[in-house]
């Protein structure tokens, strides 16, 4: 099992700058993709960001050139650098981990707003 617990979000104005950040505990020898996901009111939840274990990343097209996924060199925190945020980033930003038995784990989510 693997716990997460993100934090971070906010309220921030359009342009404006945040970060968030994962801790996972627990089986993290297991970890294998770590990845951002969000949900907007009345959407989807969709894929934001992910990162392999060797550090491949890739991005969603709308956040490519604005947001920055990393983790840390014990691979137990992943961070999403977020810049110039606009209006439609508004969502709440949830953290998950695949494992390398394919199994999924989800934090509970920060909320992240975009707002003038």
């Known amino acids: 099992q693997v716990q997460l617990v993100e934090s971070g979000g906010g309220l921030v104005q359009p342009g404006g700058s945040l970060r968030l950040s994962c801790a996972a505990s627990?089986?993290?020898?297991?970890?294998?993709?770590m990845a951002w996901y969000r949900q907007a009111p009345g959407k989807q939840r969709e894929l934001v960001a992910t990162i392999g274990r060797g550090g491949n990343t890739n991005y969603e097209d709308s956040v490519k050139g604005r947001f920055t996924i990393s983790r840390d060199g014990a691979k137990t925190t992943v961070s999403l650098q977020m810049n110039s945020l606009k209006l439609e980033d508004t969502a709440v930003y949830f953290c998950n981990v695949k494992d390398y038995f394919n199994r999924d784990y989800w934090g509970k989510g920060t909320l992240v707003t975009v707002s003038s």
């Open positions: 627990g089986s993290t020898f297991s970890i294998n993709i």
